[in-house]
């Protein structure tokens, strides 16, 4: 079990890093910045540089605690906001990703939650620091909260349109 889950630490964090990352150099294939401020000015949102530096530091910050096994419970939080925010923006399209839909989205956000139910696993900086087990209302409280601050994210800088 705990290979198991350093693999999907691992796997999950390297992408959400590597997404960030995009999000705000032209590093990976990003686009610097300012390509992340206009992917958020094309899905209707204002804010320009300063989200997209805000989604992409949360993308690499999360990333990288999921990876170290660190804080398990923030790294969801931050993730699920991030991921509630693309969900909204990708929802008018449907499920499927082949359609431009949120199903890619959706499973970044369910897989933090899963992660914070639990835990990350013995090779972990929360094992080795004591942090583990956590009682199972922080799951309800992480996810919880990043929902919400995705939804009111969505709700002060995004537009109407959607």
Do not use: C
């Amino acid at each position: 079990m705990n290979t198991g889950l350093l693999i999907l630490r691992l796997a999950l964090g390297l992408l959400f890093v590597g997404h960030g990352i995009q999000k705000v150099s032209h590093r990976l294939g990003g686009h610097g910045i300012e390509g992340g401020a206009e992917e958020f000015r094309a899905d209707g949102f204002r804010g320009g540089r300063l989200t997209a530096a805000a989604a992409g530091g949360g993308q690499i910050v999360a990333g990288l605690l999921f990876t170290a096994g660190a804080l398990t419970p923030l790294a969801a939080t931050i993730a699920g906001g991030v991921m509630t925010v693309a969900v909204t923006v990708k929802w008018r399209n449907g499920l499927w990703v082949q359609n431009n839909g949120y199903e890619y989205p959706l499973v970044l956000l369910i897989l933090p939650a899963v992660l914070t139910l639990t835990g990350p696993g013995r090779w972990s900086v929360d094992q080795a620091i004591g942090l583990l087990p956590s009682a199972p209302w922080w799951t309800a409280a992480a996810v919880g909260l990043g929902i919400a601050s995705g939804l009111m994210t969505r709700a002060l800088l995004g537009s109407s349109r959607y």
